[in-house]
């Protein structure tokens, strides 16, 4: 079986997903395309999606401007396999707690940005995530945290006291970075795991 996996490629770490994406497929003896999403009509022909990192007002007025927002709610309205990770969870959220975010409202959670600080003080984590064996080595970088989960949201994994891993449908939120490991369990767990079942 050869995966189709989109990634919303407006901003953010797109490489370094792709390959993630890759290594899972591996891991499960199948096959995965990588196609880069920048307009609308690619999101129809996707098994699997990614919203990664980046700027969240800027990611939301593009997807937006470009139609591509719709697409993304008609794919999680049809169950399939969605990973939001940094400003893309807060892109996937009900409520950015900023007016200039248009959110999907794909993913029931408040989230407040930049929670755990700026750029310098960025940290890597040893995180213990809800369905993997190990913890998981999560890099946080201007990371938001959920502040709020509504009915229907399992919390994956919290750090500090804050929860920064989400599952609700086919969709996992991350505050965190999990293409900038060598560790594809992240993309695994949200894609090949979610495909299996």
């Known amino acids: 079986m050869t995966l189709v996996a989109g990634v ?4 953010g770490d797109v490489a370094e997903h792709a390959e993630a994406i890759r290594r899972a497929a591996v891991a499960h003896g199948e096959e995965a395309t990588v196609r880069e999403i920048r307009t609308a009509g690619v999101v ?14 800027a990611i939301s007025r593009l997807l937006a401007r470009e139609g591509v927002d719709d697409e ?9 396999p969605t990973l939001a990770t940094c ?13 200039r975010v248009e959110t999907l409202d794909v993913l029931d959670v408040s989230v ?11 940290f890597e984590a040893p995180l213990d995530v809800r369905g993997l064996d ?5 890099v946080f970088i201007r ?9 229907g949201v399992e919390v994956l994994a ?15 939120g991350t505050a965190f970075h999990p293409e900038l490991t060598g560790d594809s369990r992240i993309h695994d767990l949200a894609f090949f795991e979610s495909v299996a079942v």
């Open 112 to 122: 407040e940005r930049n929670a755990f600080g700026r750029q310098r003080d960025s």
């Open 87 to 99: 400003a893309g969870l807060i892109v996937a959220s009900t409520d950015a707690r900023d007016e």
């Open 134 to 138: 190990e913890p998981f080595p999560a």
């Open 44 to 57: 129809p022909e996707c098994d699997v999606l990614l919203l990664p990192g980046g700027e969240s007002t």
């Open 143 to 151: 990371a938001p945290a959920i502040d709020e989960v509504g009915e």
């Open 158 to 172: 919290t750090w500090d006291g804050r929860v920064v891993a989400v599952k609700q449908g086919s969709v996992v």
């Open 8 to 11: 919303i490629a407006v901003q």
């Open 72 to 80: 993304i709610r008609d794919h999680v309205a049809a169950d399939k």
